[in-house]
Antibody, heavy 117, light 110 residues
Framework: QVQLVESGGGVVQPGGSLRLSCAASGFSFSNYGMHWVRQAPGRGLEWVAFIRSDRTNKYYADSVKGRFTVSGDNSKNTLYLQMNSLSVEDTAVYRC??????????WGQGALVSVSS | QTVVTQEPSFSVSPGGTVTLTCGLSSGSVSTTHYPSWHQQTPGQAPRTLIYTTNTRSSGVPDRFSGSILGNKAALTITGAQADDESDYYCVLYMGRAIWVFGGGTKLTVL
């Protein structure tokens, strides 16, 4: 069965950096685009980034463009999110999700990122 | 900036039928927005119910169905059960590899 497991969350100071990972299993990772989605405490879901299956073409929400970088390693079945210049507004649970025909299908449990001084 | 709209809250009686909708602040939702619906209970990850408008995810009961109704995407729950009480989110593909989530609907079963 499809499994997505995030790791790398933690507490970071404003202006700091963090890298999240998402380990995928149960499907042919190299054939699917992948998303990052975040959810601030008590808030709704916000799309953050998408990477196509070839791991070359990448797209971002305006709120993170220029600060976050999505990447993927098809040989390791792993998705990444490098987050730089973090601010308190970036505090959220970050989840990876599998794309299915420009739609979302399967989610990870998430990694909590807390930006605080 | 286009906003994806959902009812903030909805209530249904046990055994009843409810239709949640997902619209656009400007324009109509169609299958080319590839709408998907996701159920989330507090503290848990979202669970995909429906993707690409009307495809039910594996293991999802057939009392959950997706469709386009008029100018909106719709999630219909027939025979509502107590454990359907959750937050429901839709998400739409806006083109040019951009996706936008709705604000979510809090469904109460009572």
């Amino acid at each position: 069965q499809v499994q997505l497991v995030e790791s790398g969350g933690g507490v970071v100071q404003p202006g700091g950096s963090l890298r999240l990972s998402c380990a995928a299993s149960g499907f042919s990772f190299s054939n699917y685009g992948m998303h990052w989605v975040r959810q601030a405490p008590g808030r709704g879901l916000e799309w953050v980034a998408f990477i196509r299956s070839d791991r070359t073409n990448k797209y971002y929400a305006d709120s993170v463009k220029g600060r976050f970088t999505v990447s993927g390693d098809n040989s390791k079945n792993t998705l990444y999110l490098q987050m730089n210049s973090l601010s308190v507004e970036d505090t959220a649970v970050y989840r990876c999700a599998k794309d299915e025909g420009w739609s979302f299908h399967y989610w990870g449990q998430g990694a909590l990122v807390s930006v605080s001084s | 900036q286009t906003v994806v709209t959902q009812e903030p809250s909805f209530s249904v009686s046990p055994g009843g039928t409810v239709t949640l909708t997902c619209g656009l602040s400007s324009g109509s939702v169609s299958t080319t927005h590839y709408p998907s619906w996701h159920q989330q209970t507090p503290g848990q990850a979202p669970r995909t119910l429906i993707y690409t408008t009307n495809t039910r995810s594996s293991g999802v009961p057939d009392r959950f169905s997706g469709s386009i109704l008029g100018n909106k995407a719709a999630l219909t729950i027939t025979g509502a059960q107590a454990d359907d009480e959750s937050d429901y989110y839709c998400v739409l593909y806006m083109g040019r590899a951009i996706w936008v989530f709705g604000g979510g609907t809090k469904l109460t079963v009572l």
